[in-house]
């Protein structure tokens, strides 16, 4: 791993920050949890893609740039330098899309991916049910095949824009008398079929970021199926392994959100300083940010050298979704009271970020993509070789 840019990486920076400055909306985007909201942030993901930035990873024939691992990393710090809009196809773009680049065939690559990049399909997690939340080798949802389809019957929860998305992602039990891990296909769907039933289910902020899907004898083509049938398990640890170790959340949103702080804990350092707790708190918050950013482009540099991602994606998924919640609750601290009477903390002065939004947002960081206990269960087990208890 070299601690230096390139003269290459260097312009390719310059590139992104030129088409970011002109193209970034002036004024944030709607909540995505909106319906007007939703399909504002899907003309961005077209704006993204017309300008080849909406998958920089991606082959150049599929719609990106072919761009390695370092340059994305360079890409998300300028996109989130930017103050530009949270990407609503993140789901897509950072975590089914390498699962199908590696599992799937050259026709649902053919089919999916392009509908993905330019933000005409956006895409659903569904992999939570009642009684098989962060235990997913407990899901009951099957899908039984007839003919060339299969028949889902079932529910899902917890399925992240599911209230407005195209398609949904997810594992079914397509061998009925199995259990856990086997007998798991992960299947593609759109959520337009007959059969479907989606409830939102509202955050803390009342907006329905998350649903309820409920199928009833919905037909599926089997050619949606990724991966082999009941080899689903393998596919969707390849996705976890997406959301976990490195796509979903970079480091570029931890430092942009430790600079902000660092911004707010001066512009009211004088009631700040009254509890040294929060100066700590602040100091602790920037130097986890740039660990965490040096960590991710260890682990970058090793992949790129022939590296795969492995159980540590569970000790970066602990320590985004921690210094996420230490970052925000150190604002709330800052900011007092009058943090619980406004939305938008730059309207009160501060900088220009909703701490709020953001504060009520980072308490879901331990739970979703697998709940940290979980995955303190998996390090202890697949790391430290610790037995079961």
Not at 178 to 197: A, V
Not at 210 to 235: C, M, S, Y
Not at 260 to 269: A, F, G, K, N, S
Request: proline share 5%.
């Amino acid at each position: 791993m070299k601690l230096e840019y390139t003269e290459r990486q260097q312009a390719f920076r310059k590139e992104i920050r030129d088409w970011l400055a002109a193209n970034v909306p002036r004024q944030p985007l709607p909540s995505f949890d909106t319906k007007q909201g939703f399909e504002a942030h899907r003309q961005w993901e077209r704006k993204l893609f017309e300008g080849r930035w909406s998958a920089v990873t991606w082959p150049k024939d599929k719609g990106g740039r072919g761009c390695d691992l370092i340059e994305w990393l360079i890409f998300e710090e300028e996109y989130w330098a930017a103050s530009a809009p949270l990407r609503v196809n993140q789901n897509g773009i950072f975590l089914l899309a390498p699962t199908l680049m590696e599992y799937g065939t050259e026709e649902q690559k053919a089919r999916f991916l392009p509908k993905m990049a330019d933000g005409s399909e956006i895409w659903a997690q569904g992999w939570s049910e009642p009684g098989a939340g962060s235990d997913m080798a407990a899901i009951k949802t099957k899908a039984i095949k007839d003919g060339d389809h299969y028949v889902i019957n079932g529910q899902k929860t917890w399925s992240t824009r599911a209230v407005y998305a195209d398609w949904l992602f997810g594992l079914f039990r397509t061998d009925p008398a199995s259990e856990r891990h086997k007998g798991l296909s992960f299947i593609l769907l759109p959520l337009n079929l007959p059969g479907i039933t989606i409830r939102p289910i509202k955050q803390l902020n009342g907006l329905p970021g998350f649903a309820e899907i409920f199928f009833d004898d919905v037909r599926v083509p089997v050619a949606n199926r990724l991966g082999e049938e009941g080899a689903g398990w393998n596919v969707a640890m390849a996705t976890a392994g997406f959301e976990r170790g490195l796509m979903l959340r970079s480091p570029g949103r931890f430092q942009q959100t430790a600079k902000l702080l660092v911004d707010l804990y001066q512009q009211h350092r004088a009631r700040a300083d009254t509890d040294p707790a929060v100066r700590d708190a602040v100091l602790k918050s920037w130097m986890d940010a740039e660990a965490y950013t040096l960590a991710t482009y260890a682990t970058a540099s090793r992949l790129l050298k022939g590296g795969r991602i492995g159980v540590e994606a569970s000790t970066n998924k602990i320590f985004w979704s921690e210094l996420d919640l230490l970052m925000h609750e150190t604002a709330m601290s800052i900011l007092g009271a009058h943090a619980e009477l406004v939305s938008r903390a730059g309207e009160t002065g501060a900088a220009q970020h909703d701490w709020l939004d953001g504060f009520l947002f980072a308490q879901a960081g331990p739970i979703y993509a697998g709940t940290n206990e979980i995955q303190r269960n998996i390090i202890a087990e697949r790391m430290l070789g610790l037995p079961r208890a």
